[in-house]
């Protein structure tokens, strides 16, 4: 299990301009230091939200996305917070209100996959518990507090895999907490009735980001990409351009669904 972080405030570098409550709309991004997580928070702050960038260790990296999207006129702040623990998640919240005034938007992005794929009878209990822990607790974490915290209109995204559709071998604990995501989704959705809460989920396919890529042979990545129509790996900004559709204007009409983002691989 990685070492668990408690600090969840807002950088005070970072916060000082956007401190006041605001009528403009505010997400937390889970994860967003990097890869699709940045590109989301990015794509977000674009569209005109506030974003809350949260990461877990890689503050300098956080750091960097609060600056780009502040350099392209956006408003936006850095929050450390552990998803796996459930005290930090809640001053995650505590702190985007503080930061902004309000949350709108949750996107449940942060998780992490087996850094090698064995089968199930290989896998071993830390690999298990750190997957379901960050995965899974972690999206339940982030899910019970958005409850309470969101405005009427609120958008909630998780994120879960396409792994669940093509069930490869080496991914069975991987998949099992997405899977539980998928339905923790469509529940959740179910439970908010009357609240004009929507919840929905991302799984997205093999997509080019620094940690998909690490490791991977020439080879590999190009049957990847041939895995799906498009004979291409998806980018975080597709990812991305997912996400803010569900958390748009034009996504309203979509609740409980999970939307496969992978060029046609399944």
Do not use: C
């Amino acid at each position: 299990m990685p070492t668990t972080h408690s600090t969840a405030t807002p950088s005070p570098s970072t916060a000082t301009a956007t401190t006041m409550s605001s009528s403009a709309r505010v997400a937390i991004v889970t994860g967003a230091s990097r890869g699709i997580g940045a590109a989301i928070a990015h794509r977000l702050a674009r569209d005109g939200l506030r974003v809350v960038v949260n990461y877990a260790g890689r503050a300098a990296d956080a750091q960097a996305v609060v600056q780009s999207i502040a350099a392209e006129g956006g408003h936006a702040v850095a929050v450390q917070a552990d998803v796996a623990d459930s005290q930090a998640v809640r001053r995650l919240f505590d702190s985007a209100v503080q930061a902004f005034g309000r949350i709108d938007v949750l996107v449940n992005n942060a998780g992490v996959m087996p850094s090698t794929t064995p089968h199930l009878a290989d896998t071993d209990d830390a690999t298990f518990d750190r997957l379901v822990a960050i995965n899974l607790k972690g999206s339940f974490h982030t899910l019970r507090e958005a409850v309470h915290r969101l405005q009427p209109g609120g958008r909630i995204i998780n994120f879960s895999t396409s792994l669940v559709g093509t069930a490869l071998p080496g991914y069975a604990v991987y998949a099992a907490t997405k899977s539980a995501v998928e339905t923790m989704t469509l529940i959740l959705a179910k439970e908010l009735r009357g609240r004009n809460i929507t919840v929905n989920a991302i799984a997205p396919g093999p997509t080019a980001t620094e940690l998909f890529l690490d490791g991977k042979t020439p080879e590999l990545i190009d049957r990847l990409a041939q895995a799906n129509p498009l004979q291409r790996l998806g980018t975080p900004q597709d990812i991305a351009s997912a996400v803010a559709f569900l958390a748009g204007p034009d996504g309203a009409w979509i609740n409980g669904q999970t939307l496969r983002a992978n060029g046609g691989m399944v």
